[in-house]
């Protein structure tokens, strides 16, 4: 029996109809929630993000500002931009697109961005936070994973969770969130001899290394939940994930496509984020 498909588009859609109506009651409290992004040099998928960020933000009620600049705007310039931004009271979030130049240094710019409005929750502080279960702003990709296997109805208490990859973006944040929800975890990467061995005693798997296939039928457990945060191309030059997605779902017991899983749910969780800062905030309603 072919597995249920956690549809990310629509599970998007009803979080974005409450975020709509959360956005438009603070706005009417005199605190509408603002978000920045900046956009440094020409590289197209960057630009295609941001553009859906904004419109996003535009669509569900929030007030966004994209600001895009040339290859070669230095370092010194891109942070004191960041630091007025910090400074500007309608600005609640601040999202600087990667990857960045290689003249720049991304560590830096994370770190330049206040604590109150990292809505992409990269800092070392908003890090340090997710790591001792503390509240906080949480990285979008991972904390939209959480939701879409929430909508499954299925508990993550006691459960075995692999995570395939490490990153600072993905990987290790997924994994904390998900011993927060008390599962027992175990997390993969590119040094991991035979990750089928893994991978097979798994209840849920979020594939995460961004190399398509990487994740084969004969790799899951069956009726297994199974999240797949890859973003990349066939042979055909269509978008797919890191798992082998026909193969996969006739032995999991849910699974998300790609596209219409995971990327929608991260664009959302930006949203959330920027207006749980706003309403987090300090100061009077205008």
Same mark, same amino acid.
């Given at each position: 029996?072919?597995?249920?498909?956690? !549809? *990310?588009?629509?599970?998007?859609?009803? #979080?974005? %109809?409450d @975020?709509? $109506?959360?956005?438009?009651?603070? =706005?009417?409290? &005199?605190?509408?929630?603002?978000?920045?992004?900046?956009?440094?040099?020409?590289?197209?998928?960057?630009?295609?993000?941001v553009?859906?960020k904004?419109?996003?933000c535009?669509?569900?009620?929030?007030?966004?500002?994209?600001?895009?600049? !040339? *290859?070669?705007?230095?370092?010194a310039? #891109?942070? %004191?931009? @960041?630091? $007025?931004?910090n400074?500007?009271? =309608?600005?609640? &979030?601040i999202l600087?697109?990667?990857?960045?130049?290689?003249?720049?240094?991304?560590?830096?710019?994370?770190?330049?961005?206040?604590?109150?409005?990292?809505?992409?929750?990269?800092?070392?502080?908003?890090?340090g936070?997710?790591?001792?279960?503390?509240?906080?702003?949480r990285?979008?990709?991972?904390?939209?994973?959480?939701?879409?296997?929430?909508?499954?109805?299925?508990?993550?208490?006691?459960?075995?969770?692999?995570?395939?990859?490490?990153?600072?973006?993905v990987?290790?944040?997924?994994?904390?969130?998900?011993?927060?929800?008390?599962?027992?975890v175990?997390?993969?990467?590119?040094?991991?001899?035979?990750l089928?061995?893994y991978?097979?005693?798994?209840d849920?798997?979020?594939?995460?290394?961004?190399?398509r296939?990487?994740?084969?039928?004969?790799?899951?457990?069956?009726?297994?939940?199974?999240?797949?945060?890859g973003?990349?191309?066939?042979?055909?030059?269509?978008?797919?994930?890191?798992?082998?997605?026909?193969?996969?779902?006739?032995?999991?017991?849910?699974?998300?496509?790609?596209?219409?899983?995971v990327?929608?749910?991260?664009?959302t969780?930006?949203?959330?984020?920027?207006?749980?800062?706003?309403?987090?905030?300090?100061g009077?309603?205008?």
């Open positions: 029996m072919s597995a249920q498909i956690i !549809d *990310g588009t629509a599970l998007s859609a009803r #979080l974005r %109809a @975020i709509g $109506a959360r956005a438009e009651a603070l =706005a009417a409290a &005199g605190r509408r929630p603002g978000l920045a992004v900046i956009l440094v040099g020409d590289d197209p998928a960057s630009a295609v993000y553009r859906n904004v419109k996003a535009q669509a569900h009620g929030l007030h966004s500002v994209l600001e895009t600049y !040339d *290859g070669a705007l230095s370092e310039a #891109l942070l %004191a931009r @960041i630091a $007025a931004l400074a500007d009271p =309608a600005i609640h &979030g600087v697109q990667m990857p960045l130049p290689a003249h720049i240094d991304p560590h830096k710019v994370i770190a330049a961005i206040a604590t109150a409005k990292d809505v992409d929750g990269f800092s070392v502080h908003s890090a936070a997710l790591m001792a279960g503390l509240p906080g702003l990285p979008a990709t991972p904390y939209g994973c959480m939701k879409l296997i929430e909508s499954t109805g299925q508990a993550l208490r006691g459960k075995h969770a692999v995570v395939l990859g490490r990153s600072n973006t990987g290790k944040p997924m994994a904390l969130l998900l011993l927060q929800a008390h599962a027992t175990t997390v993969c990467h590119s040094a991991t001899p035979d089928g061995r991978t097979r005693e798994a849920v798997v979020v594939a995460a290394v961004g190399r296939d990487t994740l084969r039928a004969d790799m899951v457990k069956p009726g297994a939940i199974v999240i797949d945060v973003m990349n191309r066939n042979d055909a030059g269509r978008l797919c994930g890191d798992v082998d997605f026909a193969a996969v779902r006739e032995v999991a017991g849910w699974i998300t496509p790609v596209p219409g899983g990327g929608p749910m991260t664009i969780m930006l949203l959330a984020n920027t207006l749980q800062a706003a309403a987090a905030q300090a009077p309603p205008a």
